[in-house]
Each structure stands twice: as structure tokens, then as C-alpha cells.
């Protein structure tokens, strides 16, 4: 992988990653798109989805910072705490799936775009669907409830398929559930941030140990880092402003005509 190949994936990854239209599924159309493969595929996907988890903390730095204070600082159960519960049980579903289906789920990943063309035409399913029945809704929504964090969380564990949006598909469903749009957005990005790095913690530990993680070169890893902490940042503030909006059907529209292109591309 060239360090311009890196550039656009790491352009695509950052602005895809909060826009609900699947970075997984532009990833794998973009390296199809540009002849890479590889084994370095994988470790460069890690590497852009730490950069982008990154942008999430510096663009929710306030929420973050005040759920860790409002967490470590006192011993009494307070709202940051449950807050910070109801994160933890949204990561059940996806723990699951990494720990026992984690070589199978890996698997899914560069066999083709024909699965990537089926779960974009999901997602937009999903995000068509969630604004139908947000707008027909009387009531402006609940706050997350324990129940909505493990609902939420397996959309979650579902979306680690390639071309199903994680934050699509976790926004949509809570607001499913009527989770209100100002609230569903923030949690959507605030509960992948300790999968990711976990991930992205494992992988490092397999270097420092000698373990050969990939052949992929540190250049195009630090051009696609920082591209993808870039364009994340942009893109995480865009979306929270476009929940609250309700513009989520353009993204449908988007999703269905990019599903349906690759779907005929690959059958045709």
C-alpha cells in the first residue's frame, strides 16, 4: 500500500466512520477499487479506526471528561455512572462476538462485495425506517434506558458485518426503541470507544511481543492515521448536528444507490 492509497482510505475511513453509510463496506469498496490486499488490509483498518475513535474524544472531550470525573471521583452512584453502565452493557453483545467469533468475522472481510452491496441496502433499510417513525412520533423520546443499551448494543455486534454502518445501524435503532435524537447520537460514538481501543491495545501488545501483525509500512500507517483523526473530527461534529436535524433519509438514499451499484457491479 502506497502512502496516496493510504491517504484516500484513511479520507474514506474518517468521514464514513460517524456518516452512517458503513466505513467497513467503503473500506473493502475502496481497496477493491485501488488493487490492495493483503494482510495489511486488516492491520491498516485497526490502525485508521483508532484514529477516528481518537477524533471522537477530542470532539465529545467535555462529555468524556466530565463521565470520568463524575465516575472516579466519588463513591456515590450518580449519573455519570449509570451513564458509564449502560455504556458497558451496550459492549456485552460485541465482547461476545470478538472473543469466541473473532477469525470468523475476520473472515467476512475481503471475500468479495456482494455481502458489502446486501448490508449497505440494510443500513439503508434501517435509517429510512428510524426517521419514518421518528417524525410520526408524538413524544420527543426517552433518554437511553439499560434495556435500549443491550438492544443498541446488538445492532452494534450485527454491524461488524462489511457494509452495515455501525453508527447507522446503532442510531437507527435507538431511535427504534424512541430514544431521543440529541441523546442516541452521543451514545451511538461514546460506547465503540473501549472496543476499539481494546482492539487497537491487543494488536500492539502482539508487536511489542514480536508477533508479525502485518507487512504494512509505517509511511502509508501515519498518512492514513492522521487523515482519518482529521476528517473523523469533521465528520462526528456533521453528524451529531444532522440527528438532531433529522436529515438521516439522504444518507438512506445514499446507502440504497451504493448497495445497488455494487450489487449489480458484482453480480454483472
Known sequence: MSWLEALILGIVQGLTEFLPVSSSGHLEIGQALLGTSGEENLSFAIIVHTATVLST???LWREVASLFTGTFTTWKWNAEKDYVAKILVSMIPVFVIGMFFKDEVEALFGNGLLLVGICLLITASLLGLSEWLQKRRRNAGHEVTYKDAIIIGLAQACAVLPGLSRSGTTIATGLLCGVK???VAQFSFLMVLIPILGEAFLDLLKLLQGEEVSDLALLPAAVG????????????????????????VWFAIYCAIVGSVTIIATVC
Open 57 to 59: 474524544l477530542v470532539v
Open 181 to 183: 435524537k440529541e441523546s
Open 225 to 248: 492515521f492522521v487523515a482519518a483523526f482529521v476528517t473523523g473530527c469533521l465528520a462526528c461534529r456533521f453528524m451529531l448536528e444532522i440527528v438532531r436535524r433529522q436529515r438521516l
